[in-house]
């Protein structure tokens, strides 16, 4: 079953982009990884919401891709996010899409 990750995060747009040059990009997406969107939402938080196959697919993303690279790029100080998921009772991609 499909699931929606929406994560909300504390960081600086540099800090999103060098941990986002370390992940696999549309040419070579994640496994599982359907749909991925980010935007800011002011005061130093951002918001990354993602449809991922199955929660398998997103919590093996999490713990050997991300994890790693925000590791790498932040430290051991990076903020926790505020994560949301859920099942997807429906899901549409609109032709031509992507």
């Keep these: 079953m499909a699931v929606m990750v929406i994560s909300t995060f504390q960081a600086t747009m ?4 060098a941990v986002n040059e370390k992940l ?6 994640p496994q599982g990884g359907l749909v991925h969107t980010a935007g800011v939402l002011g ?13 398998a697919d ?8 991300l994890g790693p690279a925000i590791f790498e790029v932040i ?6 996010p505020e994560i949301v998921s859920y099942e997807l009772h429906d899901f549409n991609v ?4 992507g």
């Design 94 to 97: 609109a032709p031509g899409a």
């Design 75 to 80: 430290g051991e100080n990076a903020p926790t």
């Design 43 to 55: 005061d130093g938080r951002m918001q990354v919401a993602d449809v991922w196959e199955s929660d």
């Design 58 to 65: 997103w919590q093996s993303f999490r713990e050997n891709v």
């Design 24 to 29: 696999p990009g549309p040419d070579n997406p």
């Design 14 to 17: 540099d800090e999103f982009n």
